[in-house]
Nanobody, 127 residues
């Protein structure tokens, strides 16, 4: 059974940092590209970051470039999102997603390319 479980969300003040984690199980994790998306109240889901199978290639959404860093540990079947210098505009539910059987260099940035999704973790940034 495929599972993606996010953790690490919470309530922080502007300027603070958070580190999200997504633990995966149920398939060959190392063959998947992974991504983080987020959805704020009343808004469409937004691409945040993606990482290829090996972790050597990452891409970021424009609004988080320079502040967020995505990484993965294939041995632990986990991906992480280090979020620094948070602002109230980062408030959203953050979702982990998996593109199983991705090609080695693939770092998809569109929702439709992802096969599995987690339940999400809430991040709230106060001003």
């Amino acid at each position: 059974q495929v599972q993606l479980v996010e953790s690490g969300g919470g309530l922080v003040q502007a300027g603070a940092s958070l580190r999200l984690a997504c633990d995966a199980s149920g398939w060959q994790f190392s063959r998947s590209a992974m991504a983080w998306f987020r959805q704020a109240p009343g808004k469409e889901r937004e691409f945040v970051a993606a990482i290829n199978r090996s972790g050597g290639n990452t891409v970021y959404g424009e609004s988080v470039k320079g502040r967020f860093t995505m990484s993965r540990d294939n041995g632990k079947k986990s991906v992480y999102l280090q979020m620094d210098n948070l602002t109230p505009e980062d408030t959203a539910v953050y979702y982990c997603a998996a593109d199983v059987n991705a090609i080695l260099t693939s770092v998809p940035a569109t929702e439709s390319q992802y096969d599995y999704w987690g339940q999400g973790t809430q991040v709230t940034v106060s001003s």
